[in-house]
């Protein structure tokens, strides 16, 4: 360790007595632990649309087209959110931040249970957008003040498959739960998770430096990697740099892959294969647990590649285009005949991409200081979001037009591929942002 290192792990501690810390502590892996549940919840709340989208469209009556403005409308929100959401987080610091947009995602879902027509459920859905955009600022802000950056994409992987443990819990949850109780009670016993979240957040989330059982041992670990300014970039100055750019267009092309996946997965198996609500949890908890698997695999890779004595931003390079690759065979999903083949071609790509994207996450606190990243994956999210918007609209008119997956299915086989070239060449070999002190 240097020692500019050495002096800024001293800073963290010389107001502690000696006595007052543990002599070993492993306190960043349950806020880890508190992340993930976020995520979990966060992507449970905004799975049960998706479920219920074959339900609903029969009992209210809505078109291929209304279910697509109803989804762009949540993502529409997502998008504008995820800027207020970055900023705020910066500004104000994870812990009331992600409480607060933590209660409006909470209610917001809760309303569901009482709108009766598409246009209630699109209000219901923009508001919903709103809350959840604060999660992943909020969740890759933590995790840049809480690891190293040789577990940070690790960290994030593991929280990051939250989103898989959330779509596979609510599958096995809602349709139960809405035969039993009907629809309305789904939303409700959803949305109620979230608040016995908040109590947990409140009451042991504090920033390293801050927390009373973080062993000097593990402070040091936290703090070893080389001191970055901590002047505060204004959201003018991030957006002009190409690393912002870089982040952002991948973003823009691969989130509505996944977007995809989430609101139209079961009205695919049951215009393609027939599966009625019953029917349909197993193929979504499979095609969600493997997805999980990817998450958790993709953040370990680069580590792993690491050791074998490549850089990091090599392995992480080289861990993106693995995962790029792997999901081209979603090209034929739509081509098979068999509901099994389907869920294994599906399943492979939704690991894929969750493991793309918990190092594309990753690149954000790679490139940048952690002042700003909390705004850098707010516009990243937010380009996102816009790219779902668009696909989401234009997916509900192919379908009403053409009731064909094909093309859909080919459109996300290769926008990882294009996402890494984009990636490399605005921002060759992840370089850091220099920022002035």
Known sequence: MTASGNSINQQYVADDPLTSRPQKSHVRWTVCAMLFAATSINYMDRQVLGILAPVLQHSIGWTEAQYGYIVSAFQFAYAIGLILAGQMVDRFGTRIGYAIVMGIWSISAMCHSLVNTALGFGVARFFLGLGESGNFPAAIKSTAEWFPQSERSLATGIFNSGTNVGAILAPAIVPWVTIRYGWRVSFLITGAFSAAWIIWWLTHYRKPSEHPKVSRAELELIHRDPPQSAAKLPWKKIIGYR?????????????????????????????????????LGLPLIIVYNA????????????????RSGMSMVKARLLTMLLFACVVTPIFFASRTNSEWVAVGLLSLAAAAHQGWSANLFTTASDMFPKSAVGAVVGIGGMAGSVGGVLFSLSTGWVLQVTHSYSSLFGIAASAYLIALLVLRMLAPGLQKVEVPA
């Open 291 to 306: 997805s999980a698997v990817g998450s958790i695999g993709g953040g370990w890779l680069p580590s792993f590649i690491h």
């Open 243 to 279: 690393q912002t750019w870089a982040f952002s267009l991948a973003k823009f092309l691969t989130d509505p892959i996944w977007w995809f996946y989430l609101y139209w997965l079961p009205k695919f198996f049951d215009a393609r294969f027939h599966l009625g609500l019953s029917h």
